[in-house]
């Protein structure tokens, strides 16, 4: 290198010529690199927003979709009960059930009729 100190550029056209050219190249790179950055940084930054997006609504989906099982649940349940209930209205609109009921559950009678009431537990004696 300490030779090539020594060494004075000739001051031609050619090379005022090459000297812009090199110039230009150089801030080209420049440009380039600043434009490679740039769209670099958006790149980044539109992935990070589409990986958040992403995320954001996998979290959703998976809150819903235990909504949604726990809704299933309910609704099992609730078909069961609906289905005993009609059972029920079924056997209600049977006149012998609704008279069994009144006299289990209300001690009601016919007139001459006597209740006893035994009880289901074995003497002791």
């Not at 001051?11 to 000297?19: A, E």
């Not at 609730?78 to 008279?99: A, F, G, M, R």
């Amino acid at each position: 290198m300490g030779e090539r100190d020594n060494v004075k550029r000739i001051r031609s056209n050619y090379m005022n010529k090459y000297d812009a050219k090199q110039e230009r190249f150089r801030r080209r790179q420049r440009l380039l690199r600043r434009r490679l950055m740039v769209f670099g940084i958006i790149f980044f930054i539109t992935i990070a927003a589409f990986a958040h997006a992403y995320l954001e609504k996998q979290s959703l989906y998976a809150k819903k979709q235990q909504e949604y099982e726990h809704l299933q649940e309910e609704l099992a349940t609730l078909q069961e009960e609906e289905t005993s209930l009609q059972e029920e209205i079924n056997l209600l609109q049977d006149e012998d059930y609704v008279l069994r009921i009144a006299k289990t559950n209300y001690f009601l009678t016919k007139e001459g009729e006597i209740i006893f009431k035994l009880t289901e537990e074995t003497p002791s004696y």
